[in-house]
């Protein structure tokens, strides 16, 4: 098995100790493997005959190299099967009860990494259009140029961000704020990982639905009560 970072230990804890393990995971400004070492592992777990599992966190083909990894096993004449996943953008803002698209408020979304700064989508205008949601991911160590770039490509201060940290498990955070606040409470979350960013009107529904899930949560306990 070869596994990220961002799998989880309880689904490690299921994998039999007996299974050969290659951890591969990277994470911003830490030493890790590249992506030919990787490559290589992989295609040497095929060229052995080894039964192998390429373990990633999310969809293996959203920001995860998977395809990269694909044509690496199809150029050594490799045989494999892609399992598709949940990306995080789906599942962390279902889990944070933040709709990536609403009626009337937003009808597109789009993602991007934090490397969206460094030239790899240099139009920050692009990003910007009325009725659409971006979600950023990786992008909390670039807070200040993703602040700063939409603001000054015309993207309204007062815009609702929310930082979903550890999306999807029992330690889920999530923090609202405008789009004025990005850095300041960036900084004050440095260290939170994995952590995903999602821009637009889409968040301030995010209350309304929270408020309504106590209500049921409350409801709930009073009929469950002996």
Request: hydrophobic share 40%; glycine share 8%; with cysteine.
């Given at each position: 098995?070869?596994?990220?970072?961002?799998?989880?230990?309880p689904?490690?804890?299921?994998?039999?100790?007996s299974?050969?393990?290659?951890?591969?995971?990277?994470?911003?400004g830490?030493?890790s493997?590249?992506?030919?070492?990787?490559?290589?592992?992989?295609?040497?777990?095929?060229?052995?005959g080894?039964?192998?599992?390429?373990?990633?966190g999310?969809?293996?083909?959203?920001?995860?190299?998977?395809?990269?990894?694909?044509?690496?096993?199809?150029?050594?004449?490799?045989?494999?099967?892609?399992?598709?996943?949940?990306?995080a953008?789906?599942?962390?803002?279902?889990?944070?009860?933040?709709?990536?698209?609403?009626?009337?408020?937003?009808?597109?979304?789009?993602?991007?990494?934090?490397?969206?700064?460094?030239?790899?989508?240099?139009?920050?205008?692009?990003?910007i259009?009325?009725?659409q949601?971006?979600?950023?991911?990786?992008?909390?160590?670039?807070?200040?140029?993703?602040?700063?770039?939409?603001?000054?490509a015309?993207?309204?201060?007062?815009?609702?961000?929310?930082?979903?940290?550890?999306?999807?498990?029992?330690?889920?955070?999530?923090?609202?704020?405008e789009?004025?606040?990005?850095?300041?409470?960036a900084?004050?979350?440095?260290?939170?990982?994995?952590?995903?960013?999602?821009?637009?009107?889409v968040?301030?529904?995010?209350?309304?639905?929270?408020?309504?899930?106590k209500?049921?949560?409350?409801?709930?306990?009073?009929v469950?009560?002996?």
């Open positions: 098995m070869v596994y990220d970072r961002l799998v989880s230990q689904i490690l804890d299921l994998i039999p100790s299974t050969l393990r290659f951890y591969v995971g990277k994470r911003c830490m030493p493997l590249n992506q030919d070492s990787i490559n290589e592992i992989l295609k040497d777990c095929g060229r052995k080894y039964r192998a599992v390429r373990l990633k999310g969809d293996p083909f959203v920001f995860g190299r998977g395809g990269e990894e694909a044509l690496a096993l199809k150029a050594a004449n490799i045989e494999f099967e892609v399992i598709p996943g949940i990306t953008a789906l599942g962390c803002s279902s889990s944070a009860l933040i709709p990536l698209t609403h009626r009337k408020v937003a009808r597109s979304v789009t993602f991007v990494t934090g490397n969206v700064v460094s030239g790899a989508l240099p139009a920050w205008s692009s990003l259009a009325q009725g949601t971006l979600v950023c991911y990786m992008g909390l160590e670039k807070s200040l140029e993703i602040q700063s770039g939409l603001v000054q015309g993207l309204s201060a007062s815009t609702p961000v929310a930082i979903i940290g550890k999306g999807c498990s029992a330690e889920e955070e999530v923090y609202t704020f789009l004025s606040q990005l850095n300041q409470i900084e004050q979350l440095r260290g939170l990982s994995p952590a995903l960013m999602i821009i637009g009107e968040v301030s529904i995010r209350q309304q639905l929270v408020d309504i899930a209500e049921v949560s409350q409801d709930e306990r009073l469950s009560a002996p």
